[in-house]
Every structure is written in C-alpha cells, then in structure tokens.
C-alpha cells in the first residue's frame, strides 16, 4: 500500500482598521493534524470554530497546544467558513474596538473558547491593537496531497 499523506497549508491576514498590515503562512500543529484525522475518520472530535491572538513571540512549533499569552478570549468565527470544492477553507473572525487590545504577535485556530485542541498557530511582527481598533483575521486553510 502506498504511503499518502494529507498536508494543510495555512495562510493568515490580518487587518487593522481595514487596512492589511500582515500576510504570514501558519504551521498546523500535531494536535491540528490529529483532530483533522479524527474528524475524517471517526465522531468523536469538536470543530474548528474559534479564534485566538496573543503576545507571544515564541516560534510557531509542531508540539505546540496553545499561544504562548493570550489577549482577551477566544473568538467565534465570524460566520460559517466557507469551503470550495477543492476543500479550501476561509474562515474570519473580528477582534472589535475594547477587546483584545495589546502587542498582537501570534494568533490560532480552536475547537473551544478556552483548552480544546489548537489545530495551527503563527507569530509576526507585533502589532499594536489600541482599544480603539477593529483587527480581522482571515485565515485560508487549504489541504493538498503530500
């Protein structure tokens, strides 16, 4: 039998008061992978629905399940991601005036709003979220054969 494997690419914007400051690719996490296996082939994994950012500036690595310093709470997506016949995935989720505000350096998709599995995570270049500013991530998670 043939060894086939299922990569996951993932790419981030972010934007802050309608401008674009940050466009990144994101590493998915072992626990990503895991919870992507279990939801193909079995029930008893939760969705991909939440969106974390945080300050931490430690380098994005496989074992990784968690940011390293949260701002705020996890948020919802902003509506149902959508999805292409090719199995892209587009989900968004909006960060509004007063709440996560900070040096945002690292970001990260959830099944929960708090624990639950990190399915990818990504840092750049911090960027300072005032009480005032709206910040939107776009994240495009696109799986490809391996």
């Not at 705020?72 to 005036?97: E, N, Q």
């Amino acid at each position: 039998m043939p060894d086939i494997k299922m990569k996951f690419k993932g790419f981030v914007e972010i934007e802050l008061n309608g401008l674009v400051v940050m466009q990144k690719a994101n590493l998915v996490v072992n626990t990503g992978l895991n919870l992507a296996g279990l939801r193909i082939f079995t029930s008893s994994a939760d969705y991909i629905r939440y969106l974390g950012i945080g300050s931490g500036t430690t380098a994005p690595a496989a074992g990784q399940t968690a940011l390293t310093a949260q701002l705020g709470a996890r948020r919802a997506f902003d509506s149902t991601p959508t999805v292409s016949t090719t199995g892209v995935t587009v989900c968004t989720c909006l960060f509004p005036a007063g709440q996560s505000t900070g040096s945002v350096a690292e970001a990260g998709l959830f099944t929960a709003t708090t624990g639950g599995v990190m399915f990818s995570r990504v840092t750049f270049t911090a960027i300072p979220k005032q009480a005032t500013d709206e910040l939107r991530v776009t994240w495009t998670i696109t799986p490809a054969n391996g």
